[in-house]
């Protein structure tokens, strides 16, 4: 059974950086598949933040591309993510998933908890 | 980016009825289109992948249709656990975009 949990702060400073890290279990990142993180703000709906092939190919919405960075920790079975600058805007519920690949396109099989990142002074 | 827009974005329904959730996107995706469930502070779960291709473990009366830019969601007989929100998502071109979500709540 593959799960995902994420850790990291639960409150970051405005214009710091946020980071994040999801640890797999039950499924080697090595092994293959796309790995994504998505995030919720409280009350709205889901935003795809991006994705990075076991290989360390990465993909980025383009709205995020200038503050993100998504790296994979196959020795730790684990990959993260860095939100750097961030605002208010940027608190959110944030989830890993894993994503499943039909011909290079993706869609999300396993999710994590999510955990809760407030941006606040 | 693509769009997706996803009616009603919430109604209510009775344990029993039949109900169905519409997906448009803003240009065509085949069917590279996948549909979640969420229940309240828990993560978003897989019903349905390739427009019509049920997610393993997920119950029959959950059903997907369509292809290019029309896509419905069908749950055939209401059951009290699946009264959450779903939301549709495409994954034929990148950024991935979500639909805003449709909320089904008990009358």
């Known amino acids: 059974q593959v799960q995902l949990q994420e850790s990291g702060p639960g409150l970051v400073k405005p214009s710091e950086t946020l980071s994040l890290t999801c640890a797999v279990s039950g499924y080697s990142i090595s092994s293959g598949y796309y790995w994504g993180w998505i995030r919720q703000p409280p009350g709205k709906g889901l935003e795809w933040i991006g994705s990075?092939?076991?290989?360390?190919?990465?993909y980025y919405n383009p709205s995020l591309k200038s503050r993100v960075t998504i790296s994979v920790d196959t020795s730790k079975n684990q990959f993260s993510l860095k939100l750097s600058s961030v605002t208010a805007a940027d608190t959110a519920v944030y989830y890993c998933?894993?994503?499943?690949?039909?011909?290079?396109?993706?869609?999300?099989?396993?999710w994590g908890q999510g955990t809760l990142v407030t941006v606040s002074s | 980016a693509i769009r997706m827009t996803q009616s009603p974005s919430s109604f209510s329904a009775s344990t029993g009825d039949r109900v169905t959730i519409t997906c448009r996107a803003s240009q065509g995706i085949s069917s590279y289109l996948a549909w979640y469930q969420q229940k309240p502070g828990k993560a978003p779960k897989l019903l349905i992948y390739?427009?019509?291709t049920l997610q393993s473990g997920v119950p029959s009366r959950f059903s997907g249709s369509g292809s290019g830019t029309d896509f419905t969601l069908t749950i055939s007989c209401l059951q009290s656990e699946d009264f959450a929100t779903y939301y549709c998502q495409q994954y034929y071109s990148y950024p991935l975009t979500f639909g805003q979500g449709t909320k089904l709540e008990i009358k």
């Open positions: 990075i092939y076991h290989s360390g190919s990465t």
């Open positions: 390739a427009a019509s």
């Open positions: 998933a894993r994503g499943f690949a039909a011909a290079g396109r993706i869609y999300f099989d396993y």
